[in-house]
T-cell receptor, first 114, second 114 residues
Framework: GDSVTQMEGPVTLSEEAFLTINCTYT??????LFWYVQYPGEGLQLLLK?????DKGSNKGFEATYRKETTSFHLEKGSVQVSDSAVYFC?????????????FGTGTKLQVIP | NAGVTQTPKFQVLKTGQSMTLQCAQD?????MYWYRQDPGMGLRLIYY???????DKGEVPNGYNVSRLNKREFSLRLESAAPSQTSVYFC?????????????FGPGTRLTVL
């Protein structure tokens, strides 16, 4: 079945450091790929997405490229801020049996210290 | 636009008690979902409603029932709560349930079953 594997956390970085959170996936078809972010006490919200191979999603300085050959969708940001502290979820989405089936990774907690 | 709203925010139940979690969206979305979030496990789909008038089981439906009351509202019912149902519950919606769709999440209900 489908699966998403992302790096274990927590990840602790100093402000202005470079961020990479690795995500790889297994899917039978050609899914869309997402990064969602969850701030403390809130629901998940979309950070960025890519719907086909070689697409790059970007938002708020974060980027991720859909790499079909390596089945990866790694999240990067050049300079993190304290306000980026949150839990990040990689997810893949396929249409299955009449509905949108989303498979989430287990989440990576990021803590940015001043 | 309020987006996706959920009530209550917190709830404590005793084993065997029942309760209904309410969810509403004001984005005119066709598809709605209920997930549970447990530590180290990502989000798992309980039930979904691909469109008004239809509901179906997801990955972990046992012990739950749902009602799609109208296009806006999708409720989740626990008939006889068990400690294994202690979790954070998220409602989500998407426009058509296409594999490219973004899912929009509510703020969550934190449920404890004693």
């Amino acid at each position: 079945g489908d699966s998403v594997t992302q790096m274990e956390g927590p990840v602790t970085l100093s402000e202005e450091a470079f961020l990479t959170i690795n995500c790889t996936y297994t899917a039978t078809g050609y899914p869309s790929l997402f990064w969602y972010v969850q701030y403390p006490g809130e629901g998940l919200q979309l950070l960025l997405k890519a719907t086909k191979a070689d697409d790059k999603g970007s938002n708020k300085g974060f980027e991720a490229t859909y790499r079909k050959e390596t089945t990866s969708f790694h999240l990067e940001k050049g300079s993190v801020q304290v306000s980026d502290s949150a839990v990040y979820f990689c997810a893949l989405s396929e249409r299955r049996g009449g509905y949108q089936k989303v498979t989430f990774g287990t989440g990576t907690k990021l803590q940015v210290i001043p | 636009n309020a987006g996706v709203t959920q009530t209550p925010k917190f709830q404590v139940l005793k084993t065997g008690q029942s309760m209904t979690l309410q969810c509403a969206q004001d984005m005119n979305h066709n598809s709605m979902y209920w997930y549970r979030q447990d530590p180290g496990m990502g989000l798992r789909l309980i039930y979904y409603s691909a469109s008004e008038g239809t509901t179906d089981k997801g990955e972990v439906p046992n012990g739950y029932n749902v009602s799609r009351l109208n296009k806006r509202e999708f409720s989740l019912r626990l008939e006889s709560a068990a400690p294994s149902q202690t979790s954070v519950y998220f409602c989500a919606s998407s426009l058509q349930g296409a594999f490219t769709d973004t899912q929009y999440f509510g703020p969550g209900t934190r449920l404890t079953v004693l």
